[in-house]
């Protein structure tokens, strides 16, 4: 069950009224179950390995409150940690790493008893796996209490709208509110519809429409010139930055009509004016998790190293978040680049910074398109790599790009129109809530008439223009 399907639009309202019938002390049991039917849905063996995950997290954060020495509470933690990642591990990467084995003794003309494995990659086990991780850290380094009731950890770790793609939510955030929920006010429950409406907008009308022109352009390169791949490659971050920010939206805004409040996972990433700056818009909720929890600690351990030390846990800090997306080297490539922009970055942050204030570049408007198209670009390129199945593929396309040229491929004028109409709406949306946020409102605006009209066009805009059977969101595959 995902939430494009018919489905969930029976599900949902389902939820909403069970939800809210159900005594407040008894809401975590709802949403539990909820969960879990949720996820049984998609595919129901999966559900063990989910609960399995919540045991291990419930049983360590136990054992640790019951220990006393630091060394046994670090031993309880690292074990912990193991434990939660051996899933992960085994599903995403196995196949792979046994692949690469084999075929590197076949090069020395040796036999590796293990056959080919192709996994299933259960859904959303590197998002629940992240939520698990976090709260097991927090309680280690007593950021939170330990919870001593199971089923509200696991209502967390397992909660529907967050399980399959994020945002990757935190345990302090969201534990307190399944203890006490709360009934969500008439303006929670709007805005919670409004979310979903333009979550439905970006998925369907900009996200499934850009996918289908890069698929077909990505899918045969060898057929396609420069100009097609150039193109491709450029709308590639849009089609993710709609599919995975599209779902954020839906998770969010089903979660408040429920009364739970979700960080948020996007803020208009395409108006940064440098790759740090983009990188605090971007998938914020993995950001901040891999900042916690990898990035500062790996930057106060190198502290000695100085800059050099911000740079080596920068690197590595990207290449984890690398590797997290997919166990294919495109995807190490992709965090490498990112590693290599921010560090570049870190070295000419005081000359920038000198010739910024000399200038008065802060103010000067054609200074920061600028500086936007530049973080585009370096984000578009790395991109190329997350999406080329492999490395060789990653190079031939820029091989072409840069050597080939011809007419754009188009293959109906109408997928063109509608994608260019879905990215344009989906940028003039983002320009006025980044630069005039009271100004051209549609879904807030004072007047009933004009709020209605919005919420009307948008709804007739998914039907007749969105892709209708697009399929899942990019990032389950993660």
């Not at 839906?250 to 429920?258: C, D």
């Amino acid at each position: 069950m995902v939430f494009t399907s018919f489905n969930f639009l029976i599900f949902f309202p389902l939820v909403i009224v069970l939800y809210y019938l159900t005594p407040a002390r008894l809401r975590s049991v709802t949403i539990l179950a909820a969960n879990y039917f949720f996820y049984i849905n998609i595919k129901p063996v999966f559900a063990l390995l989910l609960a399995a995950v919540t045991f291990i997290a419930y049983c360590a954060t136990l054992l640790m409150e019951r220990t006393s020495g630091p060394g046994a509470r670090k031993a309880v933690l690292q074990s912990a940690i193991v434990l939660i990642l051996l899933p992960l591990f085994f599903f995403k990467y196995f196949g792979e790493i046994n692949d690469a084995i084999a075929l590197a003794l076949q090069a020395h003309q040796l036999h590796w008893p293990l056959p080919p494995i192709k996994m299933l990659l259960p859904i959303g086990i590197s998002f629940y796996t992240f939520m698990a991780l976090g709260y097991v850290i927090d309680v280690y380094y007593e950021e939170i209490e330990c919870e001593k009731n199971i089923g509200q950890l696991a209502a967390f770790i397992s909660f529907f709208p967050l399980i399959l793609s994020g945002p990757i939510e935190r345990a302090g955030n969201m534990l307190p509110q399944l203890k006490a929920p709360r009934v969500a006010t008439f303006e929670q429950f709007s805005q919670g519809c409004k979310l979903m409406l333009w979550g439905y907008f970006l998925k369907m009308v900009v996200a499934d429409r850009v996918g289908i022109y890069v698929d077909a352009v990505y899918g045969n390169i060898e057929r396609h010139n420069g100009t097609s791949l150039l193109f491709a490659s450029c709308l590639y971050p849009f089609q993710i930055y709609a599919d995975l920010g599209g779902y954020s939206l839906l998770a969010i805004g089903v979660s408040k009509i429920l009364g739970f409040d979700i960080i948020p996972n996007f803020n208009r990433p395409f108006f940064a004016t440098s790759m740090s700056d983009f990188w605090r818009r971007w998938h914020m909720s993995l950001i901040s998790w891999v900042n916690d929890y990898i990035y500062t600690p790996l930057s106060f351990s190198l502290r000695s190293l100085r800059i050099w030390g911000i740079i080596i846990s920068l690197t590595i800090t990207f290449v984890i978040s690398g590797v997290w997306h997919g166990p294919s080297m495109t995807f190490v490539v992709w965090g490498l680049l990112q590693g290599m922009f921010l560090s570049i970055e870190v070295l000419l942050a005081p000359r920038r910074s000198a010739w910024e204030k000399k200038h008065a570049a802060a103010q000067n408007r054609l200074y920061l398109a600028g500086m936007m198209v530049l973080t585009f670009i370096m984000f578009a390129a790395s991109m190329v790599f997350s999406r080329a199945a492999t490395i060789g593929d990653g190079l031939a396309v820029y091989a072409r790009i840069f050597t080939t040229s011809g007419p754009l491929y188009i293959e109906k004028p109408s997928t063109m129109i509608y994608i260019l109409f879905g990215i344009a709406v989906m940028m003039a949306k983002d320009f006025t809530d980044e630069f005039t946020p009271s100004r051209f409102l549609l879904f807030k605006n004072k007047s009933k008439v004009v709020r209605t009209l919005s919420y009307s066009l948008a709804l007739v805009t998914i039907l007749l223009v969105g892709v209708l059977d697009g399929g899942q969101f990019i990032y389950f595959q993660f």
